[in-house]
């Protein structure tokens, strides 16, 4: 909630259009108690009095009336009756979507088809003819508003409730046993509220505005009663003449609509959760760079990739998560690297802060450099990113599913790969396409490439993932865990594939995992991360066999091995800390079974050279 009013009151015009709205709200509510003539009383000697003459401050119109007394009872009226209509369009739009969108099948035809049909009319002619089936007067105008309003609720939520009708957490609710009517009020309602008052406060101006037309046309509210709408229908015939009679109400309406839809808007932008999320801001093209210091400078290597001491951290409001803290790390061509970690060791930040593609905000890069062949990356122009990315580095990530578009078939998304960065024609696009599903030994590829992604399996997704990671021949691809989410066989396959592919193909694989037993089969080298830096690294054998950091040897004494016989497997105790409060010193200190006050004391630098530990007391000795 805080966090509600935090977003709002950034929002300037939003804030300006709640002060205009309160001022009048205070006004209609103090209305009552001020010392206002009857709005009703005509005075025909009175006609037509100018703004501040005779103590009327607001003139009077064509019966003498006083404006300033039938504006605030006016406004007052107009006010309730666009409030109510929109609750009532709400509250029976919502209820009618929530059924059809749960219920679907059957229920959902027949109720959505009735709304069609409601929807088939010109919005503003159904409320004539409501109005007129029921007669002229303020509470069918209301109706009639309401009603031509319901359809935009109903199929509004209606969209959402379908897509979570059938989330899991939906489905355990019906596993444990609850009612459709306790679902839909405990699961469903919660998650659709947001949409319904957003779609609220961003229409209440126009039912005020709707309801205040009736009322022009004579067809709300009944003279002598005053509402907006009919103060300006009845000035009318006095545009020339008495201009102020129409522009009193008319100024009224313009600063009611006005500061509603600002405030609305506000709202809009404070409740949803896509814009809350990033701060009410869009994600850069790029991720923001802030280097304090001169990157370090370039290094003779034959590195494809090498980053140098790079610094990404997440700055979320006063918190700072530095969740990556100086990554060093090289990749020669043609090897295979491994990044090893826990779950939120900063794998994939360091992977995405390559290319620039960490969200910003919150992300920020604070240091250090990546070169690819010798040229930093980082802070480089959006053009030249752009056109790196895809193109020279690619990226296999965890879930193909979520990675492919599942509305595009196989081969247009092979093909647009290609094409973005490449001037080829479709056909040679096409053809190209076909290969690379060869390449990743894809049965059948001149049919496959027109199935669309929900049509193929998790490891021929990932497989068409890898060749579109292929479709530019890059130098390196960073592949973000992407066996994670497939059974072991076809892990092994996809393994092989990628192992293959780089022998062949002599492109540089950055290998992110949480498995040791994977990085056995596919890397050269490997570097451990824990609590975003690189604690050791070796090559493959190395590390596996002669682990020197305790973090690397408890790790790798989790995994079971085939054969081995019966071996106890050791969780690590303790969790990883968070990276917004990380330990002085050894972050994995706390969980260390060898840890001495020294750990904590100070700063523990990566010694040594190929063969690297971030420890005061290996269990190997690497120099
Ligand atoms: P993993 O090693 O599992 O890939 P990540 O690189 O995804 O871990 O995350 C590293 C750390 O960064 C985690 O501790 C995570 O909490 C933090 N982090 C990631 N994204 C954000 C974010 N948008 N805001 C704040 N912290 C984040
Ligand atoms: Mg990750």
Redesign the pocket.
């Known amino acids: 909630m805080s966090t509600f009013i935090k977003l709002l009151a950034r929002n300037r015009l939003a804030i300006f259009g709640a002060a205009v709205l309160g001022v009048i709200i205070l006004l209609i509510v103090v209305t009552p108690l001020l010392p206002l003539p009857d709005p009703d009383a005509t005075a025909t000697a009175d006609r037509f009095k100018r703004p501040f003459s005779d103590g009327f401050i607001l003139g009077t119109d064509h019966l003498g009336r006083d404006l300033l007394s039938r504006l605030l009872w006016g406004t007052q009226l107009s006010l309730a009756v666009g409030l109510a209509a929109a609750l009532i369009a709400g509250t029976v739009g919502a209820a009618i979507g929530i059924v059809a969108g749960y219920f679907g099948g059957r229920i959902d035809n027949v109720i959505m088809r009735a709304i069609d049909m409601l929807m088939a009319f010109p919005y503003i002619l159904l409320a004539l003819a409501i109005v007129a089936a029921l007669g002229p007067g303020l509470l069918n105008a209301l109706y009639a508003v309401a009603a031509v309003n319901i359809p935009f609720f109903a199929r509004n939520v209606r969209g959402v409730t379908v897509s979570i009708a059938h989330k899991e957490f939906v489905d355990a609710a019906r596993l444990s046993g609850m009612g459709h009517i306790r679902i839909l009020t405990t699961e469903i309602l919660p998650n659709v509220l947001p949409v319904v008052i957003i779609a609220m406060s961003t229409t209440i101006g126009w039912m005020i505005l709707e309801t205040a037309g009736l009322s022009f046309l004579g067809l709300g509210s009944q003279p002598p009663q005053a509402d907006l709408g009919s103060m300006l229908g009845e000035a009318r015939a006095a545009l020339i003449t008495a201009p102020h009679t129409s522009i009193v109400p008319g100024m009224m309406i313009l600063l009611i609509v006005m500061s509603v839809n600002l405030l609305g808007d506000g709202v809009r932008d404070a409740l949803d959760p896509r814009l809350r ?1 990033g701060a009410l801001s869009r994600p850069m093209a790029a991720t923001l760079v802030r280097r304090d210091e001169t990157p370090p400078e370039e290094a003779e290597t034959e590195a494809v990739l090498s980053l140098e001491n790079l610094q990404t951290r ?1 700055e ?1 409001g006063s ?1 700072i ?1 530095r ?2 803290g100086g990554v060093s790390l090289a990749i020669n061509p043609g090897e295979c690297v491994g990044l090893i ?12 802060s390559v290319m620039g593609l ?2 910003s905000p ?2 920020i890069i604070t240091g250090g450099a990546v070169r690819l062949n010798g040229q930093d990356l980082i802070g480089a122009p959006y053009r030249r990113l752009r056109a790196l990315r895809g193109d020279r580095v690619a990226y296999i990530f965890q879930d193909p599913l979520s990675t492919l578009h599942p509305l595009y078939r196989v081969g247009d998304q092979l093909t647009e790969a290609i094409r973005v960065h490449h001037r080829i024609s479709r056909d040679a696009a096409h053809e190209r396409a076909v290969k690379l599903l060869e390449d990743v030994r894809i049965p059948n590829a001149r049919a496959r490439i027109r199935s669309y992604p929900h049509e193929l399996s998790g490891g021929m997704r990932q497989r068409v993932a890898i060749a579109m990671a292929l479709a530019n021949e890059p130098e390196v691809i960073i592949a ?2 992407p066996t994670t989410a497939l059974d072991v066989t076809v892990q092994a396959q996809i393994l092989k594939l990628l192992d293959d592919l780089r022998r062949d193909r002599g492109v540089s694989i950055l290998f ?1 995992t ?1 498995d040791f037993g994977v990085v056995g089969q596919l890397c050269d080298r490997v570097a451990v ?1 824990y609590a ?1 830096r690189i604690v050791e690294e070796g090559t493959t054998a190395e590390v596996l066999d002669a682990p020197a950091h305790p973090y690397t040897k408890r790790l790798i004494a989790c995994v079971p091995e085939l054969g081995a016989g019966r071996r106890e497997l050791h969780a690590i105790p303790g969790l ?1 800390p ?3 409060q990380l330990p002085h010193g050894c972050a994995f200190a706390p969980r260390c079974h060898k840890a001495t006050g020294l750990c904590a004391t100070s700063e523990i630098e990566l010694t040594g050279t190929g063969r690297k530990v971030r420890c005061i007391l290996p269990e190997e000795d690497v120099a």
Do not use: Q
């Open positions: 999320s997440f979320v918190r998560y969740a990556v970690g826990e779950s939120g060791s900063g794998k994939s930040v360091t992977a995405l960490v969200a919150p992300g973000d865990e992110i949480h991360m975003g990883p968070a990276v917004d």
